[in-house]
């Protein structure tokens, strides 16, 4: 059974690929009792990412924590079925179109008729309203039209896309934090579920931060900037001597002044192109010269050495290999090996953030499709075998595989 902060609440993931699954996957961190209900050929995620010996890699993480039912709720039947886990859910994650809940008789009047106080998060492309609300999407369309692509690249390249799901992850996140907020206005006193309404694109927008009161206020439209930072100067990528790459940031002027020092450039703290941070970003190009010079004569091992030692900012630029073995995210377990039963062992990232009392733990994997179907209906409805028998006779619950009781690592 699940443990943690969250071991009182009830979660059925109804949807498929990335970010509300993702909002599932951070509430079963923290030991909500998620139940992924999945068609019961299999969730589309499956199928993304790479495989080893024929088991989908990336559902082994953002399956996590989960248990899996395989239900058609194209049927209706299935549609019945999932009513009737409603009765005990305390929240309901989906992404389908908006619409299409309620094609099936499973829209939100329909769940709270049977369970008032149940929380829904509905993700979509576009949210439940506006004139794009019925339009497909996927976070790809998100990145575009946030502004944030039009922003990220080369000056003289193109817009460029994250090469990772990034407007579903920090949906993802948004909407596990929109979840709780619903349930701690629940709990104060109103007893009552409410419906959470989503859109791709709207967490992208808050994160991009500036750009906006600037157009608004100034009329300035952002641009591609590289990795410079248009509200702090130096704050660049530098290769040095061996070839590598760090990231150095000047965001506080004491900061500045220790780097100044470190290439032994003093005399740059009071140059009237640099001595502040708005007269550093109109003379950027200068200023990250200097540095740029000093870093090319300089291994990456001096580099590092001579910043972190003057307290400047600086940090390698790492591989995902360079990750798995700094001893600083091995100290803090930020990746963490976890039993499986089907690739025996697996490291993935770990629970994020870390709470003192009341840590997240990764208690399994993603399992296999329909694995824990007997169980939840026993739990959850209190069905019985013979009962449960004849739902998987009359297809309308998968098959499933037999459950395993492996436990990850603890954080």
Not at 197 to 209: G, M
Not at 335 to 345: K, P, S, Y
Request: hydrophobic residues 45%.
């Amino acid at each position: 059974m699940a443990v943690g902060p969250l071991s009182d609440v009830r979660v059925l993931d109804i949807a498929s690929f990335m970010a509300a699954p993702m909002a599932a996957m951070w509430l079963g961190d923290f030991g909500a009792d998620v139940v992924k209900v999945e068609h019961p050929n299999g969730d589309p995620i499956r199928s993304w990412g790479n495989a080893k010996n024929g088991v989908p890699l990336f559902w082994k993480m953002v399956g996590r924590n989960k248990r899996s039912i395989g239900i058609d709720l194209h049927e209706a039947a299935g549609q019945a079925l999932l009513l009737d886990l409603c009765t005990t859910a305390d929240v309901v994650v989906e992404n389908f179109r908006p619409g299409t809940l309620e094609r099936w008789n499973l829209g939100y009047d329909r769940m709270r008729e049977r369970n008032p106080a149940l929380v829904l998060l509905s993700v979509s492309a576009f949210g439940q309203t506006g004139p794009y609300s019925s339009r497909a999407g996927f976070g790809t369309l998100a990145e575009a039209m946030s502004g944030y692509a039009d922003i990220t690249g080369q000056l003289d390249g193109p817009p460029t896309l994250p090469s990772f799901a990034l407007a579903d992850s920090i949906t993802g996140l948004c909407g596990a934090y929109a979840v709780m907020v619903a349930l701690h206005e629940r709990a104060l006193g109103s007893g009552e579920g409410q419906r959470i309404d989503l859109a791709l694109y709207e967490p992208l927008l808050t994160v991009l931060s500036h750009i906006f009161v600037d157009y608004d206020q100034l009329g300035l439209i952002a641009e591609r900037l590289g990795s410079r930072l248009p509200l702090a100067a130096p704050r660049n990528v530098f290769r040095t001597l061996d070839e590598t790459w760090v990231a150095m940031s000047c965001s506080a002027q004491s900061v500045f002044e220790r780097a100044c020092a470190v290439i032994g450039r003093e005399d740059l703290i009071q140059d009237e192109r640099f001595v502040t941070n708005r007269s550093r970003i109109e003379n950027v190009d200068q200023i990250e010269r200097y540095f740029a010079e000093w870093i090319g004569q300089k291994t990456e091992e001096e580099v590092l050495r001579q910043f972190t030692d003057a307290g400047a900012a600086i940090a390698p630029v790492y591989t995902v290999a360079d990750v798995f073995k700094d001893p600083h995210f091995q100290a803090r377990e930020n990746i963490v090996a976890v039993e499986d039963a089907e690739l025996g062992t697996i490291r993935m990232q770990n629970v994020t953030p870390k709470l003192s009392r009341t840590p997240g733990e990764i208690r399994h994997a993603g399992p296999r499709n329909g694995e824990h179907a007997e169980e939840v209906l026993r739990e959850w409805l209190g069905l019985a075998p013979e009962a449960i028998q004849r739902l998987r006779s009359a297809g309308v619950i998968g098959a499933g595989e037999p459950a395993t009781s492996v436990r990850g690592a603890a954080p």
